[in-house]
């Protein structure tokens, strides 16, 4: 039996979205990393290669956008609109390949009116299309076990090259799923890999050519890997915070005097040379300090692991009363997909297998270099069809059952603290 009509919540979720847009406007929706990805498309739209420091997925996409509908930020917000369309519509998919129709309506609806995918399915970031692609791979997936065709294994190297081009971190889960794939049956694997491969490179080699005709050598996707390495493990990297050097300006901190010195000694080498100058330093630093390193990587796994506040943080500049709301919804809204996901994987419910392994395997290459909440809401599309899972088991089984679940209880107190951990690094912010 198919999942009721998606289509009510998928209204309503455009409503809402157009409704953000018409009362943010473009100087917020544009406002950091959204901005360097609308002047990246910009160039686009115009022809020009986009800059290879920056993953050139996302750039490319819009860049479609703009020449599509025309040189408006308005043009780039309807169409993440539509990645959203397509995102929600892979989903009920999902749905209905896990059998799952029953939840389908709390899952539009979480899906429509979630903050943080709100402000993601308007603005020009990459996690919403990383979300899309996460979610086609999981289902190419799927039909790669059943089918007895290389069809299914060409089209997941299609998505897993997109995915790669958009956010380059899905390498470590695209890998993982494939060598799933490969246990669960070995000779079928290895006669589909070819046209898996095939799938992939037909998306990431007309990257590569034009890099290489642009700069005259081969990059893994794009520039900005030894920074970011960089960024997250040198001495003056926060312990929890790992991220912060990278999106903040922290020069007139004393504190920080000795990471701009160092910074600006490398920004001063020839540009083909500072790659691996960063990667040098933050290799340095992780020999001499592995103890800071394994710190910092719990760090890591603890942010990734709490709510998302990108979006009710910036609107803290605009509107502090508004700003507060979003924080507190996009809190709500995660616990309210991450505690029944937690129930369906403690006590191992049917529905969708291995979502904690991919988790885990799509986070790895954030533990290495450095992580904030927004980096799991790709993930999140595979979280609620885990949750969908324990509402359709909520006919036989009480609550009172969950709750006396060891497992569930011991995972639902760390879920629970990681998020205690995060608010209370929020609260300065939301004092000051």
Known sequence: ???????????????????????TGPDYLLQGDAGYYYTEAQAVSQGHLPDTYWPPGLPLLAGFFLWVAGPSPYAVFGGMMLIYALTTWLIQKALETENLWRAAAWVHAVWALYPSCIHHSCAPLSQLPAALLLLAMYLMFRKMLLSRTRGPAFFYGLMAGLALLVRPASLSLSGFMVARWGYYDFPKGIKALPALVLGGIMIVFPWQSMVYAKIGKLLPVNEANGYNLFIGNNPWTPLYHTWQLGSHDLRDDPAYTGFYVLRDSILALPRPERQAAWAYEARRHITQRPDLFLLRSLSRALTFCAFDTYAGSNLLSVSRLWGIFFLLADAFFFCLILCPAIAAWTLRLPGPEAVPAYIVAYALPYLLVFSHPTYHLPLIPLCMLSAAAAFEARSSLRLREILKNRKFRFAALVFALIQAIWILGMAGRLAG
């Open 1 to 23: 039996m198919k999942a009721p009509s998606y289509l009510p919540w998928l209204v309503l979720g455009l409503l809402v979205r157009l409704a953000y847009v018409v009362l």
